[in-house]
Protein backbone atom coordinates (compact mmCIF):
# COMPACT_ATOMS: atom_id res chain seq x y z
CA UNK A 1 0.00 0.00 0.00
CA UNK A 2 1.21 3.73 -0.77
CA UNK A 3 -0.09 6.52 1.34
CA UNK A 4 -0.09 8.73 -2.07
CA UNK A 5 -2.60 6.25 -3.85
CA UNK A 6 -4.55 6.54 -0.53
CA UNK A 7 -4.42 10.50 -0.42
CA UNK A 8 -5.45 9.99 -4.34
CA UNK A 9 -8.69 7.65 -3.62
CA UNK A 10 -10.05 10.28 -0.65
CA UNK A 11 -9.67 13.29 -3.06
CA UNK A 12 -11.71 11.60 -5.75
CA UNK A 13 -14.15 11.04 -3.38
CA UNK A 14 -13.57 6.88 -3.53
CA UNK A 15 -14.73 5.15 -0.01
CA UNK A 16 -11.34 3.84 1.69
CA UNK A 17 -10.86 0.59 3.10
CA UNK A 18 -10.62 -0.55 6.89
CA UNK A 19 -7.10 -1.68 5.86
CA UNK A 20 -5.99 1.49 4.15
CA UNK A 21 -7.36 3.73 6.94
CA UNK A 22 -5.54 1.58 9.28
CA UNK A 23 -2.33 1.99 6.94
CA UNK A 24 -2.67 5.58 7.74
CA UNK A 25 -3.74 5.87 11.16
CA UNK A 26 -0.75 3.06 12.45
CA UNK A 27 2.12 4.36 9.62
CA UNK A 28 1.43 8.13 11.29
CA UNK A 29 1.90 6.90 14.80
CA UNK A 30 5.21 4.87 14.13
CA UNK A 31 6.33 7.92 12.48
CA UNK A 32 6.56 5.97 8.97
CA UNK A 33 4.21 8.22 7.29
CA UNK A 34 5.45 12.11 7.48
CA UNK A 35 3.01 15.17 8.72
CA UNK A 36 2.13 16.64 4.98
CA UNK A 37 1.53 13.27 3.81
CA UNK A 38 -1.66 13.28 6.21
CA UNK A 39 -2.45 16.37 6.23
CA UNK A 40 -3.04 16.35 2.08
CA UNK A 41 -5.10 12.96 3.20
CA UNK A 42 -6.67 15.36 5.79
CA UNK A 43 -7.84 17.98 3.77
CA UNK A 44 -9.04 15.48 1.05
CA UNK A 45 -11.19 14.45 3.88
CA UNK A 46 -12.60 17.86 4.52
CA UNK A 47 -13.84 18.48 1.33
CA UNK A 48 -14.61 14.83 0.31
CA UNK A 49 -16.30 13.53 3.67
CA UNK A 50 -16.48 10.27 5.10
CA UNK A 51 -19.11 7.38 5.16
CA UNK A 52 -20.64 6.16 8.33
CA UNK A 53 -18.02 3.09 8.00
CA UNK A 54 -15.30 4.68 7.19
CA UNK A 55 -15.68 6.96 10.69
CA UNK A 56 -16.07 3.95 12.15
CA UNK A 57 -12.88 2.36 10.87
CA UNK A 58 -11.42 5.57 11.58
CA UNK A 59 -12.12 5.70 14.94
CA UNK A 60 -11.28 1.94 15.36
CA UNK A 61 -7.81 2.50 14.08
CA UNK A 62 -7.82 5.55 16.56
CA UNK A 63 -8.87 3.63 19.64
CA UNK A 64 -6.60 0.85 19.22
CA UNK A 65 -3.16 3.39 18.51
CA UNK A 66 -3.18 3.44 22.52
CA UNK A 67 -4.45 2.21 25.74
CA UNK A 68 -7.95 1.55 26.66
CA UNK A 69 -9.16 0.86 29.70
CA UNK A 70 -10.85 -2.21 31.17
CA UNK A 71 -13.72 -1.24 33.60
CA UNK A 72 -15.08 -5.34 33.43
CA UNK A 73 -14.08 -5.70 36.68
CA UNK A 74 -17.04 -3.36 37.64
CA UNK A 75 -20.37 -4.70 38.10
CA UNK A 76 -23.16 -3.24 36.45
CA UNK A 77 -23.58 -0.96 33.65
CA UNK A 78 -21.02 2.06 33.50
CA UNK A 79 -22.15 5.08 32.19
CA UNK A 80 -20.13 8.25 31.42
CA UNK A 81 -20.95 11.89 29.41
CA UNK A 82 -19.08 14.31 27.45
CA UNK A 83 -19.81 17.63 26.62
CA UNK A 84 -18.01 19.16 23.39
CA UNK A 85 -16.71 21.93 25.45
CA UNK A 86 -18.86 24.97 27.34
CA UNK A 87 -17.72 27.28 29.59
CA UNK A 88 -19.60 27.18 33.17
CA UNK A 89 -20.11 23.56 32.12
CA UNK A 90 -20.20 21.64 36.02
CA UNK A 91 -22.59 19.23 34.68
CA UNK A 92 -20.58 16.13 35.64
CA UNK A 93 -20.09 17.31 39.41
CA UNK A 94 -24.13 16.64 39.18
CA UNK A 95 -24.83 13.77 37.14
CA UNK A 96 -22.34 11.67 38.50
CA UNK A 97 -23.38 11.43 42.21
CA UNK A 98 -26.71 12.04 40.76
CA UNK A 99 -27.52 8.87 38.65
CA UNK A 100 -24.80 7.12 41.08
CA UNK A 101 -27.14 7.52 43.46
CA UNK A 102 -29.89 5.80 41.64
CA UNK A 103 -27.69 2.82 41.23
CA UNK A 104 -26.09 3.48 37.92
CA UNK A 105 -22.21 3.44 37.92
CA UNK A 106 -20.00 6.12 36.89
CA UNK A 107 -16.43 5.15 36.14
CA UNK A 108 -14.58 8.18 34.92
CA UNK A 109 -11.53 9.00 34.00
CA UNK A 110 -10.57 12.49 32.25
CA UNK A 111 -7.48 14.26 30.79
CA UNK A 112 -6.31 17.89 31.19
CA UNK A 113 -6.75 20.03 28.35
CA UNK A 114 -5.63 23.97 27.80
CA UNK A 115 -9.14 25.94 28.62
CA UNK A 116 -10.78 28.81 29.30
CA UNK A 117 -12.13 27.34 32.25
CA UNK A 118 -10.80 24.38 34.46
CA UNK A 119 -12.29 20.70 33.87
CA UNK A 120 -13.65 18.44 35.69
CA UNK A 121 -10.45 17.63 37.69
CA UNK A 122 -9.28 21.26 38.44
CA UNK A 123 -13.11 21.64 40.12
CA UNK A 124 -12.49 18.78 42.10
CA UNK A 125 -9.14 19.38 43.05
CA UNK A 126 -10.06 22.61 44.26
CA UNK A 127 -11.97 21.31 47.17
CA UNK A 128 -9.52 20.99 50.32
CA UNK A 129 -7.81 17.65 50.34
CA UNK A 130 -9.96 16.09 47.32
CA UNK A 131 -7.35 14.25 45.16
CA UNK A 132 -7.78 12.67 41.17
CA UNK A 133 -4.66 10.78 41.64
CA UNK A 134 -6.61 7.11 42.45
CA UNK A 135 -4.63 4.13 41.45
CA UNK A 136 -6.38 1.24 39.23
CA UNK A 137 -7.35 -0.77 42.28
CA UNK A 138 -8.77 2.08 44.08
CA UNK A 139 -10.73 3.50 41.45
CA UNK A 140 -12.41 -0.01 40.69
CA UNK A 141 -13.15 -0.87 44.38
CA UNK A 142 -14.57 2.50 44.96
CA UNK A 143 -16.88 2.25 41.84
CA UNK A 144 -18.19 -0.83 42.89
CA UNK A 145 -18.32 0.16 47.00
CA UNK A 146 -20.05 3.95 45.97
CA UNK A 147 -20.88 3.95 42.38
CA UNK A 148 -18.35 6.42 41.22
CA UNK A 149 -15.23 7.52 41.12
CA UNK A 150 -13.49 10.71 38.65
CA UNK A 151 -9.75 10.35 38.24
CA UNK A 152 -7.06 11.27 35.86
CA UNK A 153 -5.97 9.29 32.93
CA UNK A 154 -2.47 7.67 33.87
CA UNK A 155 -1.97 5.88 30.45
CA UNK A 156 -1.39 6.93 26.88
CA UNK A 157 -5.22 7.27 25.68
CA UNK A 158 -5.74 7.61 21.89
CA UNK A 159 -2.35 8.73 21.00
CA UNK A 160 -3.77 9.09 17.25
CA UNK A 161 -5.79 11.60 18.19
CA UNK A 162 -3.26 14.05 19.88
CA UNK A 163 -0.80 14.06 17.27
CA UNK A 164 -3.90 14.24 14.36
CA UNK A 165 -5.47 17.00 16.57
CA UNK A 166 -2.23 19.10 16.29
CA UNK A 167 -2.06 18.57 12.68
CA UNK A 168 -5.55 19.46 11.95
CA UNK A 169 -5.15 22.26 14.33
CA UNK A 170 -2.65 24.14 11.84
CA UNK A 171 -4.12 22.84 8.48
CA UNK A 172 -7.29 24.38 8.25
CA UNK A 173 -9.21 20.71 9.17
CA UNK A 174 -10.38 21.00 12.70
CA UNK A 175 -14.26 21.61 11.22
CA UNK A 176 -14.53 18.52 9.44
CA UNK A 177 -17.49 16.16 11.31
CA UNK A 178 -16.18 13.39 10.85
CA UNK A 179 -12.88 13.81 11.91
CA UNK A 180 -14.69 15.47 15.15
CA UNK A 181 -16.78 12.62 15.26
CA UNK A 182 -13.86 9.76 15.07
CA UNK A 183 -11.79 11.74 17.73
CA UNK A 184 -14.11 12.44 20.32
CA UNK A 185 -15.71 8.90 19.90
CA UNK A 186 -12.31 7.10 20.15
CA UNK A 187 -11.70 8.75 23.20
CA UNK A 188 -14.84 8.10 24.97
CA UNK A 189 -14.48 4.42 23.37
CA UNK A 190 -11.13 3.82 25.02
CA UNK A 191 -12.77 4.92 28.44
CA UNK A 192 -14.94 1.76 28.64
CA UNK A 193 -17.94 3.30 29.64
CA UNK A 194 -21.44 1.37 28.27
CA UNK A 195 -23.99 4.13 27.80
CA UNK A 196 -22.44 7.26 26.29
CA UNK A 197 -24.55 10.72 26.75
CA UNK A 198 -22.84 13.17 24.70
CA UNK A 199 -24.10 17.34 25.02
CA UNK A 200 -23.27 18.33 21.69
CA UNK A 201 -23.07 22.55 21.92
CA UNK A 202 -23.68 25.09 18.79
CA UNK A 203 -22.97 28.72 18.97
CA UNK A 204 -20.67 30.91 18.53
CA UNK A 205 -17.40 29.72 20.01
CA UNK A 206 -18.52 26.22 19.72
CA UNK A 207 -17.31 23.57 17.34
CA UNK A 208 -20.80 23.53 15.94
CA UNK A 209 -21.73 26.70 14.15
CA UNK A 210 -25.52 25.47 13.34
CA UNK A 211 -28.31 22.94 14.43
CA UNK A 212 -27.45 21.09 10.88
CA UNK A 213 -23.63 20.43 11.36
CA UNK A 214 -24.57 19.11 15.25
CA UNK A 215 -27.31 17.06 14.06
CA UNK A 216 -24.96 15.48 11.10
CA UNK A 217 -22.29 15.08 14.09
CA UNK A 218 -24.27 13.80 16.52
CA UNK A 219 -26.23 11.25 13.93
CA UNK A 220 -22.50 9.95 12.99
CA UNK A 221 -21.29 9.45 16.82
CA UNK A 222 -24.40 7.84 17.52
CA UNK A 223 -23.90 5.56 14.06
CA UNK A 224 -19.96 5.10 15.42
CA UNK A 225 -21.35 4.14 18.92
CA UNK A 226 -23.75 1.22 17.42
CA UNK A 227 -20.49 -0.29 15.38
CA UNK A 228 -19.10 -0.46 18.95
CA UNK A 229 -22.44 -2.13 20.78
CA UNK A 230 -22.41 0.83 23.00
CA UNK A 231 -25.51 3.14 23.45
CA UNK A 232 -24.70 6.46 22.54
CA UNK A 233 -27.11 9.33 22.82
CA UNK A 234 -26.82 12.94 21.67
CA UNK A 235 -28.02 16.21 23.16
CA UNK A 236 -27.92 19.49 21.39
CA UNK A 237 -27.89 21.91 23.55
CA UNK A 238 -27.39 25.92 23.35
CA UNK A 239 -24.37 27.84 24.22
CA UNK A 240 -25.78 31.54 24.22
CA UNK A 241 -24.70 31.55 27.45
CA UNK A 242 -22.78 29.98 30.31
CA UNK A 243 -24.15 27.30 31.27
CA UNK A 244 -26.04 27.82 34.92
CA UNK A 245 -24.33 31.33 36.81
CA UNK A 246 -20.75 30.26 38.35
CA UNK A 247 -18.07 30.10 36.26
CA UNK A 248 -14.61 29.48 38.04
CA UNK A 249 -13.38 25.92 39.66
CA UNK A 250 -14.99 26.40 43.39
CA UNK A 251 -17.41 28.73 42.48
CA UNK A 252 -18.36 26.13 40.26
CA UNK A 253 -18.57 23.72 42.95
CA UNK A 254 -20.62 25.56 44.92
CA UNK A 255 -23.16 26.03 41.99
CA UNK A 256 -23.30 21.88 41.60
CA UNK A 257 -23.85 21.50 45.67
CA UNK A 258 -26.76 23.84 45.50
CA UNK A 259 -27.91 22.45 42.11
CA UNK A 260 -27.53 18.89 43.73
CA UNK A 261 -29.85 20.20 46.77
CA UNK A 262 -32.27 21.25 44.46
CA UNK A 263 -31.66 24.90 44.06
CA UNK A 264 -29.80 25.59 40.77
CA UNK A 265 -30.18 27.48 38.22
CA UNK A 266 -33.05 26.78 35.71
CA UNK A 267 -31.43 25.98 32.74
CA UNK A 268 -28.00 23.81 34.69
CA UNK A 269 -31.45 21.37 36.32
CA UNK A 270 -33.64 21.12 33.33
CA UNK A 271 -29.68 19.84 31.10
CA UNK A 272 -28.93 17.63 34.07
CA UNK A 273 -32.35 16.08 34.90
CA UNK A 274 -33.02 15.65 31.02
CA UNK A 275 -29.19 13.37 30.36
CA UNK A 276 -29.67 11.73 33.97
CA UNK A 277 -32.99 10.63 32.95
CA UNK A 278 -31.12 8.93 30.27
CA UNK A 279 -28.14 7.32 31.75
CA UNK A 280 -30.49 5.94 34.92
CA UNK A 281 -32.74 4.80 32.27
CA UNK A 282 -30.07 3.00 30.08
CA UNK A 283 -27.99 1.85 33.14
CA UNK A 284 -31.20 0.03 33.52
CA UNK A 285 -32.42 1.18 36.84
CA UNK A 286 -35.80 3.00 35.69
CA UNK A 287 -38.25 1.14 33.58
CA UNK A 288 -38.87 3.88 31.19
CA UNK A 289 -37.38 7.18 30.76
CA UNK A 290 -40.27 9.12 32.56
CA UNK A 291 -40.03 7.08 35.76
CA UNK A 292 -36.02 8.09 35.10
CA UNK A 293 -36.50 11.57 34.95
CA UNK A 294 -39.38 11.48 38.29
CA UNK A 295 -36.82 9.78 40.00
CA UNK A 296 -33.81 11.96 38.76
CA UNK A 297 -35.56 15.12 40.51
CA UNK A 298 -36.62 13.07 43.53
CA UNK A 299 -33.45 12.66 44.18
CA UNK A 300 -32.44 16.70 43.39
CA UNK A 301 -34.85 17.07 46.18
CA UNK A 302 -34.98 14.42 48.76
CA UNK A 303 -31.34 15.07 49.80
CA UNK A 304 -30.16 12.03 48.22
CA UNK A 305 -28.15 13.59 45.77
CA UNK A 306 -26.05 15.63 47.65
CA UNK A 307 -25.48 12.89 50.09
CA UNK A 308 -23.95 10.69 47.18
CA UNK A 309 -21.21 13.99 46.75
CA UNK A 310 -20.61 14.06 49.92
CA UNK A 311 -19.93 10.19 49.71
CA UNK A 312 -18.18 10.61 46.51
CA UNK A 313 -15.69 13.40 47.72
CA UNK A 314 -14.84 12.26 51.04
CA UNK A 315 -13.77 8.77 49.01
CA UNK A 316 -11.52 10.95 47.16
CA UNK A 317 -9.82 12.44 50.51
CA UNK A 318 -12.19 15.45 50.41
CA UNK A 319 -13.78 17.27 52.70
CA UNK A 320 -16.22 20.54 52.23
CA UNK A 321 -17.97 21.25 56.09
CA UNK A 322 -19.28 24.61 54.49
CA UNK A 323 -20.40 26.81 51.88
CA UNK A 324 -20.39 29.70 54.08
CA UNK A 325 -16.37 30.49 53.37
CA UNK A 326 -16.11 28.13 50.48
CA UNK A 327 -15.12 30.92 48.59
CA UNK A 328 -12.25 33.64 49.95
CA UNK A 329 -11.15 36.18 46.92
CA UNK A 330 -9.37 39.51 47.71
CA UNK A 331 -12.16 41.09 46.23
CA UNK A 332 -15.64 40.88 44.80
CA UNK A 333 -16.19 43.65 41.82
CA UNK A 334 -19.63 44.34 40.82
CA UNK A 335 -19.65 45.09 36.90
CA UNK A 336 -22.68 46.84 35.96
CA UNK A 337 -24.92 47.46 32.69
CA UNK A 338 -24.15 50.83 30.79
CA UNK A 339 -27.61 50.59 29.17
CA UNK A 340 -31.19 49.67 29.20
CA UNK A 341 -32.58 47.03 27.49
CA UNK A 342 -33.23 42.87 27.62
CA UNK A 343 -30.19 40.62 27.51
CA UNK A 344 -29.64 38.85 24.14
CA UNK A 345 -26.56 37.15 24.24
CA UNK A 346 -23.24 36.43 26.92
CA UNK A 347 -20.97 35.43 24.56
CA UNK A 348 -19.77 32.28 26.65
CA UNK A 349 -16.47 32.31 25.45
CA UNK A 350 -15.80 36.02 26.31
CA UNK A 351 -17.07 35.25 30.05
CA UNK A 352 -14.17 31.79 29.86
CA UNK A 353 -11.81 34.41 28.85
CA UNK A 354 -12.53 36.72 31.77
CA UNK A 355 -12.85 33.71 34.26
CA UNK A 356 -9.40 32.60 32.81
CA UNK A 357 -7.17 36.21 32.40
CA UNK A 358 -8.73 36.28 36.34
CA UNK A 359 -6.13 32.81 36.82
CA UNK A 360 -9.28 30.60 36.62
CA UNK A 361 -8.22 28.60 33.65
CA UNK A 362 -4.88 27.61 31.79
CA UNK A 363 -3.59 29.55 29.10
CA UNK A 364 -0.19 27.01 28.77
CA UNK A 365 -0.21 23.29 30.47
CA UNK A 366 2.47 24.93 32.72
CA UNK A 367 -0.42 27.76 34.05
CA UNK A 368 -1.31 26.88 37.93
CA UNK A 369 -5.18 27.09 38.45
CA UNK A 370 -6.45 30.30 41.48
CA UNK A 371 -9.48 27.71 42.21
CA UNK A 372 -11.75 30.96 43.96
CA UNK A 373 -11.46 33.18 41.28
CA UNK A 374 -14.25 33.82 38.75
CA UNK A 375 -17.21 35.27 37.52
CA UNK A 376 -20.85 34.92 38.94
CA UNK A 377 -23.60 36.36 36.79
CA UNK A 378 -25.86 37.94 38.31
CA UNK A 379 -28.23 38.25 34.90
CA UNK A 380 -28.99 35.85 32.54
CA UNK A 381 -30.17 36.00 28.96
CA UNK A 382 -33.80 36.96 28.25
CA UNK A 383 -33.86 39.17 31.77
CA UNK A 384 -34.47 43.15 31.16
CA UNK A 385 -32.12 45.52 32.70
CA UNK A 386 -31.23 48.58 33.68
CA UNK A 387 -28.55 50.83 33.52
CA UNK A 388 -26.42 50.35 36.83
CA UNK A 389 -27.69 46.78 36.97
CA UNK A 390 -25.26 44.86 38.32
CA UNK A 391 -24.35 41.61 35.67
CA UNK A 392 -22.13 40.13 37.02
CA UNK A 393 -19.67 39.75 39.66
CA UNK A 394 -16.18 39.11 39.38
CA UNK A 395 -14.23 37.39 41.66
CA UNK A 396 -10.67 38.15 42.00
CA UNK A 397 -7.23 38.22 43.77
CA UNK A 398 -5.42 40.07 41.41
CA UNK A 399 -5.88 43.81 40.24
CA UNK A 400 -8.63 43.20 37.52
CA UNK A 401 -7.39 44.25 34.41
CA UNK A 402 -8.51 46.67 31.52
CA UNK A 403 -8.63 43.60 29.33
CA UNK A 404 -10.70 41.62 31.32
CA UNK A 405 -13.32 44.23 31.60
CA UNK A 406 -13.10 44.46 27.81
CA UNK A 407 -14.45 41.09 27.73
CA UNK A 408 -17.12 41.34 29.49
CA UNK A 409 -18.08 44.64 27.56
CA UNK A 410 -18.26 42.19 24.70
CA UNK A 411 -19.72 39.59 26.41
CA UNK A 412 -23.00 41.06 26.97
CA UNK A 413 -25.22 42.16 24.11
CA UNK A 414 -28.40 44.19 25.22
CA UNK A 415 -31.09 44.87 22.94
CA UNK A 416 -34.37 47.04 22.53
CA UNK A 417 -36.88 44.60 22.31
CA UNK A 418 -37.72 41.51 24.32
CA UNK A 419 -35.88 38.32 24.05
CA UNK A 420 -36.86 34.93 24.41
CA UNK A 421 -35.21 32.91 27.27
CA UNK A 422 -33.37 30.21 24.91
CA UNK A 423 -33.95 26.56 25.29
CA UNK A 424 -31.48 24.83 26.83
CA UNK A 425 -31.58 21.35 24.73
CA UNK A 426 -32.92 21.75 20.94
CA UNK A 427 -32.83 18.01 20.33
CA UNK A 428 -31.89 14.70 21.45
CA UNK A 429 -30.20 11.77 18.77
CA UNK A 430 -30.12 8.37 20.19
N1 LIG B 1 -13.37 17.73 20.59
C1 LIG B 1 -12.53 16.70 20.36
O1 LIG B 1 -12.20 15.93 21.25
N2 LIG B 1 -12.06 16.54 19.10
C2 LIG B 1 -12.38 17.37 18.08
O2 LIG B 1 -11.93 17.16 16.97
C3 LIG B 1 -13.25 18.45 18.36
C4 LIG B 1 -13.75 18.59 19.62
Given at each position: MRMVDIIERKREGHILTEQEIEFVISGYVSGNIPDYQVSAWLMAIYFQGMTDQEASFLTKSMLFSGDTIDLSKIIGIKVDKHSTGGVGDKTTLILGPLVASCGAKVAKLSGRGLGHTGGTLDKLE??????????EDRFIEQVNQIGIAVAGQTGEIVPADKLLYALRDVTGTVPSIPLIASSIMSKKLASGADVICLDVKIGEGAFMKTLEDARELSRIMVSIGEAFNKKVIAFITG??????HAVGNRLEVKEAIEALSGNGPKDLETLCVEIASYMIFYAKKAPSLEDAKELAIRQLHNGEALAKFNEFIHAQGGQIDSLKDFIKVKKIIEYKATKTGYIKEIKALNIGLASMKLGGGRETKEDIIDPMVGIVLEKKVGEHVKTGDVLAKVYANSPVSKEIILSLDEAFDIVEFEVKVPAIILEIIS
Open positions: SIDGCTINLSMDQPLG
